[in-house]
């Protein structure tokens, strides 16, 4: 009942009772004609958002700060305190932020950032995940579940995103750090998804988790970096894509012990050189994409469609592209990728965040100076 009732609250605040700011254009896609509305302004290039129960939303700026959007949409210009230290440097910083599956009896909320190591003499910095719980403007309990080894100073590549899934365990993923190499090591945590349980501890099952040589929270190697994952809403099954180097952005399965290719494989080439990477397109024990862009379109956030303000996109994975200012939509049948449709080109600026609100209306971030919250809505 207590998950009804907060759920009825967001559906209250954030499903037409509180007016939002001024649609912009009306867009008439293949299968829906929708508005863009602006709902937020004055975010510091936002990575990340998550729906709270009673109808706000928490947002993630890439500078370090945790906002709050009230009910009515509205900035609170207070962050949230408590965090642990966060590097901003390059594209790091605070990233993913996600609830408990249970949040609404045990009140946990996870993130992802850059950790320093706590090393002056050699200073570096790499993905961490943590949880608290928030109490007013500050996070209190918290706790650092996991820090990626080997730490180092790049700026690159840090992945970040996180998912929890049907039986509990969390998910995160990491990229390689801008040293391509790191993605094939067992011994380093770059370029993988991390499997753990809701409190840190490595699960028995995972795939190297009896390897000596192997970090054992390792769940997958060959990822470059995954920006945007998310949980097939029929299997189970975690999805993500990640970024190519120049061409060869993929869409993929992640399933246990799998090596997915980077640096070895990839439809990508060397920046501004256009020559090879690797040995080619493809390699036994080596998984292929499930889909591929080149060029380029920089995928960020993503989402399953499962809500019903657009029926038409049930099924569908919605990914926010960075380069082309775009969202694009995949239609699916099963594990195949049958159409892919390219929708607001140009017309918010870069897209980091896609999600799918507890109302079913579609919740993007743009990933800017002066980032904004807008809301797809289908015009009926």
């Known amino acids: 009942m207590k998950k009804y009732l907060l759920h009825i609250a967001f559906l209250a605040c954030a499903g037409g009772l509180v007016s939002p700011a001024t649609a912009q254009q009306t867009v008439q896609s293949e299968?829906?004609?929708f508005r863009v509305v602006t709902l937020t302004k004055g975010l510091d290039h936002p990575w990340s958002i998550a729906f709270l129960p009673d109808g706000r939303m928490l947002v993630t700026e890439r500078s370090g700060r945790l906002r709050i959007i009230g009910r009515d949409f509205k900035l609170d210009p207070k962050p949230v305190a408590g965090l642990p230290e966060i590097v901003a440097a390059g594209q790091g910083g605070l990233f993913d932020v996600v609830l408990h599956p249970q949040y609404a009896d045990n009140g946990w909320i996870y993130w992802a950032y850059n950790a320093p190591d706590g090393d002056l003499r050699v200073p570096g910095w790499g993905t961490a995940l943590a949880r608290g719980k928030l109490n007013g403007h500050t996070m209190t309990d918290v706790q650092v579940l996991f820090s990626m080894e080997?730490?180092?100073?790049?700026?690159?590549?840090?992945?970040?995103?996180?998912?929890?899934?049907?039986?509990?365990?969390?998910?995160?993923?990491?990229g390689d750090r801008g040293?391509?190499?790191?993605?094939?090591?067992?011994?380093?945590?770059?370029?993988?998804?991390?499997?753990?349980?809701?409190?840190?501890?490595?699960?028995?099952?995972n795939p190297f988790v009896k390897n000596r040589n192997a970090k054992?929270?390792?769940?997958?190697?060959?990822?470059?970096?995954?920006?945007?994952?998310?949980?097939?809403?029929?299997?189970?099954?975690?999805?993500t894509q990640e970024h190519g180097p120049q061409g060869g952005d993929e869409v993929n399965v992640m399933r246990s012990g799998r090596n997915y290719g980077w640096p070895v494989i990839t439809y990508g080439v060397n920046y501004g050189f256009g020559t090879k990477i690797g040995e080619g397109t493809a390699k036994p024990g080596m998984e292929q994409p499930l889909?591929?862009?080149?060029?380029?379109?920089a995928p960020s956030g993503m989402a399953f469609y499962?809500?019903?303000?657009?029926?038409?996109?049930?099924?569908?994975?919605?990914?926010?592209?960075?380069?082309?200012?775009?969202?694009v939509r995949l239609e699916l049948d099963g594990e195949k990728i049958v159409r892919e449709e390219r929708m607001i080109k140009g017309m918010i600026g870069r897209i980091r965040d896609v999600r799918v609100g507890p109302d079913g209306f579609v919740y993007l971030l743009t990933d800017e100076r002066d980032g904004v919250i807008v809301r797809l809505e289908p015009v009926k």
């Not at 180092?152 to 998910?171: A, E, S, W």
């Not at 889909?291 to 379109?297: A, D, F, L, N, R």
């Open 31 to 33: 299968k829906h004609a």
């Open 216 to 239: 054992p929270e390792k769940f997958t190697i060959g990822n470059r970096n995954m920006q945007g994952a998310a949980l097939h809403p029929v299997t189970g099954e975690l999805w």
């Open 291 to 297: 889909h591929h862009w080149v060029p380029s379109i």
């Open 306 to 327: 499962t809500g019903d303000r657009f029926p038409n996109w049930k099924g569908s994975i919605l990914i926010g592209a960075l380069r082309d200012e775009m969202l």
């Open 179 to 205: 040293e391509k190499e790191r993605a094939q090591r067992l011994d380093d945590h770059a370029g993988s998804v991390i499997r753990l349980h809701d409190d840190g501890r490595v699960p028995a099952d």
């Open 150 to 174: 080997p730490k180092t100073r790049g700026g690159q590549h840090f992945g970040g995103r996180i998912v929890f899934d049907r039986k509990g365990y969390v998910y995160l993923t990491l």
